[in-house]
């Protein structure tokens, strides 16, 4: 099993900054990839910004310029940099990462985080 911890939620006001982090730990052989999702009140989960293992990054339109997905494959760790926050950041993110548990593994399995709050105020 593979578990995901996340880290550095919180309140902050509009055009401040927040640090999320996220280690996975468990039984990894490879992470394929790792991401954030967030899920407003009322709202679908959405992509917010990924990164393979090879360093290419994709994010939403609605984040481009302001967040950072960065990742440290020895320690298993991603971070979401997140600048010029604005109320409509407000929502629970989720870690999300693909995980190949052995050698053998013929596909990765898709593991999510608990969540972490990020409030942004007006």
């Known amino acids: 099993q593979v578990q995901l911890v996340e880290s550095g939620g919180g309140l902050v006001q509009a055009g401040g900054s927040l640090r999320l982090s996220c280690a996975a730990s468990g039984s990894i052989f490879r992470i394929d990839s790792m991401g954030w999702y967030r899920q407003a009140p009322g709202k679908q989960r959405e992509m917010v910004a990924h990164i393979i293992s090879g360093g290419s990054t994709n994010y939403a339109d609605s984040v481009k310029g302001r967040f950072t997905v960065s990742r440290d494959n020895a320690k298993n760790t991603v971070y979401l940099q997140m600048n010029s926050l604005k109320p409509e950041d407000t929502a629970v993110y989720y870690c999300?990462?693909?995980?190949?548990?052995?050698?053998?593994?013929?596909?990765?399995?898709?593991?999510w985080g608990q969540g972490t709050q990020v409030t942004v105020s007006s």
């Open positions: 999300n990462a693909e995980v190949r548990p052995t050698i053998l593994s013929y596909r990765p399995n898709d593991y």
